[in-house]
């Protein structure tokens, strides 16, 4: 049973940057023990799988080990799958997520606008097994079920080597680092879940959905400029409307290929 598979490397304009996802059209739902097999395999950080459902698609999303609550940057790659080979020319494309109704819409400036609940980050008094799994001991600490550490300035936040044994074992949705940004962008960040097996994202939609209500109540504006500073890096226009988040991006087609299941 042959199924199209798209690699996309999403909040990037060439291959090789951002964050690449797995995306596999469907008519129907497999096993769900067939999804994960196919996200293993691809083992990507995440895999999304989209089936047809009236005017929207059900959406869900898989890392290696994991299905995941929320995905920004593999929704934003299945939004470019559907508008630049499958067909799509609607003015957005809507899915029924864990998450709820997300959409993307196509910009006319050739990027794609996401659209995320914002998700609130609390202050909390962080255990010291926090600061000893990062190697380095954060201003201020918050909880969003992802932890949020954030750093006196971008440099520290590219220099963290953390021990990812440890930051598994902490009791929260993945570790989130922070700092503002120098020259080009507002803020910068890195995103860590080795629980998930995500060792550390390239790019995060979910992440910015923390990070966008955290940095527009510091700065004093909506309308922020970012950079997830990993190894592959991603940037992104992020935009706090109310409850929801808007991120904008590019992405770009990796690669096009079939995968061949046994009947």
Do not use: K
């Amino acid at each position: 049973m042959p199924l199209e598979l798209f690699q996309i490397d999403a909040f990037s304009a060439r291959p090789f940057g951002g964050n690449p996802a797995a995306v596999v059209p469907l008519d129907a739902w497999l096993p769900d023990a067939t999804l994960q097999a196919i996200a293993a395999e691809n083992n990507l950080s995440e895999t999304a799988f989209c089936v047809p459902a009236g005017a929207a698609w059900q959406l869900r999303w898989f890392t290696p080990t994991v299905e995941v609550e929320l995905c920004g940057h593999a929704t934003l790659a299945t939004a470019h799958a559907l508008y630049t080979h499958l067909g799509y020319s609607g003015a957005e494309a809507l899915f029924d997520t864990r998450s709820g109704r997300l959409s993307v819409r196509r910009c006319a400036d050739g990027r794609l606008e996401l659209d995320l609940p914002a998700r609130a980050a609390q202050p909390f008094a962080a255990p010291p097994a926090l600061a000893a799994a990062l190697g380095a001991v954060p201003q201020a600490s918050l909880d969003a079920g992802a932890w949020l550490a954030v750093f006196a300035d971008a440099a520290e936040v590219r220099a963290l080597v953390p021990d990812l044994r440890a930051l598994a074992r902490l009791p929260c949705d993945g570790v989130i680092v922070t700092a503002a940004g120098s020259g080009a962008v507002d803020f910068v960040s890195r995103y860590f879940a080795p629980h998930a097996g995500i060792d550390e994202d390239p790019v995060t939609g979910s992440a910015h959905a923390v990070l966008t209500p955290y940095w527009a109540a510091r700065l004093g504006r909506g309308r922020l400029s970012a950079r997830q500073v990993s190894a592959r890096g991603g940037e992104l226009d992020c935009e706090l409307d109310g409850a929801r988040v808007r991120l904008r991006g590019h992405a770009v087609t990796y690669l096009r290929g079939v995968i061949e299941l046994p009947d």
